[in-house]
């Protein structure tokens, strides 16, 4: 027995001096302007213009629960924001805090864009630059409830190339369920990430012309809703950058780069900021189950 | 008459010359007739001398009357004169010493050969001596020991990973009986695969290397295993806080004939059920060994490892909606034949090998009734020939060829429709790659101040749509300042055809691939220049300092999931490095005092195209400076006391330096999106731990030898950072945190043979 004491002191002593982690101090980045962009047809569009935040100070967002409203120290206001194409000038009015929009924008499809932001309450400028795309049209859609499963839905959507140069497209979905998700969202929960993993919930498409056949996209999909009411679908024809952009947004997010915690550079064509401005028309519809 | 005399003296010239005998033969121990590396064979008075190779052979060209003397640390000397009489080959035995002081012979540039004495970058370690050493839980690792060593660094603490003067890990070609390891590591790097029981000689190069090693850039360890006692069979082994180890040996037929078995099981997982915690992990290996010699002049031997990790961690809990399970596997086998041969004319040697090494690693995830599974394999079959021909005392030529078969199985994944949205199914996607290599080297020593060894390698390989071939020059120039100061040049070209392609994360997904016509072979150039200082009271000084020139080295493009990939080749991109930097040991051999203290101040920066917007970085692994003291006092000859303090300047990583917020597709959420700093910009806190032990002897006896060991890795529980830690607060910030793996951990360990 007395032979053993020791090996047991070892053991006890083995699994229980576990250094306390030590703290790391990491620079944070100066703050600066991120933009996204929204063009509902060739004359209407929308501004929004946020803030980068640090990643290790509070800013009262709370990143698991998009419920929050927006943080307004986030929001830049009070900033001058311009297009311009072709010498013709528009300024963008604020409508909201951090909004911006326009009714009245020459949109010429191919034409060049240039937006222009100065930031008057923290002396900083941005500048972005993008072309005015093509219209894609969703000619075909379709969604019914699959008859073996309760919760699971099979959805078909097809268009055609818009051109013979190459092109990239993103296919937007929104769904609204009447049932609320059994799960709370916590990103690191074993259970949230086995349900993200096996419920096919709808992200969003993106396709090159590669994938085409004859010109045509088409594809068949199956999704799970907890009995889905109301549906939407918008396709929009978009840059190579902003394609790259959102492939870069989806890997970051993915379940699997949580695990790897790889480095992705998020593109932006941002001088001096982050986000992307873009003008691309989607072609968008909504509709409820009942229809 | 002027004529006559110097006819004459022309004529005694030449009868003296002709009155040089070779001696060759074999040097064993004689206790248990294992063949000794490293021998010095030397006739001091006409001061030349040799080393015996990795079999024990040597070969020396002196004049008829010499005293031939054979010496080696912790043995008894012994002295042949030479004479016509002699029969060769001669088989000469050497008996240990019956008392020795304890000590470590971890020594540079101690043997006489020429490339000992004068040649850079070579480390060689004495098994029966390092073993006194203080290591993580008492489990005696030679990696461990040299990762002590200047310029050999390890990835993170506790880690067998051997990052040596810039190079990443697949840059060391780790060779066990001449068959590459792919993995030299357990239970994510924190053991390595080598038993220490089975092992004889540990020899690593580091820069000047020698034209018969290629394929791999930065180091070569050449570890070879016991060959058996020849004399009578014994049992040795071990228990430890963390494994058990056994190995048997014994003649088969007397003088002839042996083998040698050795195994060790972990068990950590029951460890951590006696204290109610959990750790599934398991890992076991075995060393096995035939050795043959039917005649003076042959020998064969056939040796084999076999090892495996276990890791199954199941989430099996009632109250969970989703069981989850998942299970990693490691498998590494290898296979040695090899046949040496000494030809009659004595000065040629002939080593042929036949080599199967395979290495596979499994990686499932259930959720449910839903599975995932990825697979990565290599398997190798090689043929070695390698010739050593002492021409002269001034010249010894070696030359040979060798050639390797790989095949390659990447990334084979298979899973439930569930799991295929994200990560696609890949069929055995089966890629084979054919290398080889022919060699020739000269060692020329025309004095005794003035060592030159020139060689050139030519190696290539068919990646089918491709050959790849490369000129690979070696040179070495050492030279005696005085008796007891030298100073020594070399450059050395390399080339590797196969990558272990690394993401930016921790996690062990890494994968072995090969070169491609769009993945090229990665090259280096490596130009090395030291001093040896011989100093009182058995101490020696050397300085090392070192420029490596790498290309076309390989990284994942960003955001690639590692072990998912479908095409590899659009995932990988490629860039250059340099590395530099300057290494410094000073060391005492023997006495009741030994050990050393090194210092490296190193740099490692790579520039990719595809990363970091071209802009060269620095290497994750870029630990700027690295302290070692490691220092033995044996107090009689039963008990030896022994610490290390180990010092290293943190690694790097890429940290997260800001967010935005972006909508997504239907702006009915909003997105967080990272900003990420200079790659490997933050450097981490530096790591430093002392650890202690004590080697208490059995009482001596006739049959039966044991030893306790007991320790402290980690005296006052110093954190090792060896990742990152991303705490997400309630409130949506973050918090980095710098983990570590061990803390203080005690030990004792129990040895015993018989």
Redesign the interface.
Known sequence: MKNWI??L???????S????????S????P?QI?V?S?LLDSSKLAI?L???????????????D?SQP?PEE?LVGNALVFVESNGIQIQLEEISKGVYATLILPGIIGNTYTLTVKDIEKGQDIVSQTQMFTKAILDTFSIAKTPDATNTYQLYYAFDDVGPEENWY?V???TQDLARDT?PKK??D??YI??R??E?RLD?DLISDKQMVNGRYSITKQFTSNQLDTF?I?LTHISKGYYDFL???R???????K????????PTNVQKG???FALQIPDAYFMTMEQ | MKILFNAILLLLAYNIHAQNITVSGNIIDAQTGESLIGVSVSCPEELKGTLTDAFGYFSIDVPSGCLLTCSYIGYESTTIKVSRQLIMPLKITLTEKKVSIQEVVVYGNTGTTPLEKWGTGITKIDMKQANTLPVL?GERDVVKILQLMPGIKKEHDGSTGMLVRGGAGDQNLVLLDDAPVYNASHLVGIFSVFNNDAIKDVTMQKGGFTANYGGRLSSVLDIRTKDGNMHKHMVSGGVG?LSARASIEGPIIKEKASYIVSARRTYIDQ??K??R?DLPFYFYDINAKLSYKPTAYDQFFVSGYLGKDVLDYE?QKPD???Q?DFSNRLYNRTATFRWNHNYEGQKLFQHSSLVHTQYRFNLTNR??Q?EWKTTSTIHDYMAKLHYDYYINNRNHLQFGAEFTHHIFNPNQSVGSP??T???ANTPSNRITLNEGAVFIQNDYQPNAKLFIQYGLRLSGADAHEKLYTNWEPRAQVGYSLTSKQSVKLAYARMAQYMHLVT???T?P?DVWYPVTDAIKPKLADQLTAGYTLQLPANCQFQAEAYYKWLEHVSE?K?????F?QTDFEKDITQGQSRAYGIELLLQRKSGKWNGWVGYTLAYSKSQFDDLNNGEWFYARFDRRHDVSFVGNYALNNRITFSAVFAYASGSRF????????????????????????K?NG?V??PSHRLDISVTIKGKQREKFASEWQIGVY?VY?????YR??MD?????????????L???????SYHFNF
Not at chain 1, 50 to 57: G, K, L
Not at chain 2, 728 to 740: A, D, E, H, L, T
């Open positions: 020791p090996l002191y070892a053991v006890v002593a083995f699994v001096c576990k250094p306390e982690p030590l703290d790391l990491v620079p944070q980045a703050q991120v996204a929204q929004v946020t803030r980068t935040f640090n990643a290790t100070e509070s800013k009262g967002i709370t990143l698991a998009s927006f986030l993103v937007n979905f929104y799960l990103p690191g074993l259970d086995a349900k993993l096996l096919q969003f939407g918008a492939t870069a947004q890997k970051y997010n993915s379940v699997a780069n695990l790897r915690g790889e480095i992705i550079n998020i982050y986000g992307f | 839980g806080l460890m951590y006696l204290v915690s989430n969970r909606i989703y989850t959720i449910n839903y569930a799991f949205d994200f990560i993401g930016a994360s996690l997904s994942f960003e955001g690639t999931i590692g998912s890429t940290p997260i330096i800001g967010q935005y917020l972006v909508p997504n597709g239907n702006y009915t959420d909003a997105i967080p999106l990272p900003i990420y700093g790659r933050i981490l806190s980690n529980n110093r954190t090792q950072p990152i830690r997400v607060q309630p409130n949506g910030s973050i918090q980095y945190k710098q983990v570590g061990f803390g203080c951990i005690p030990s004792v």
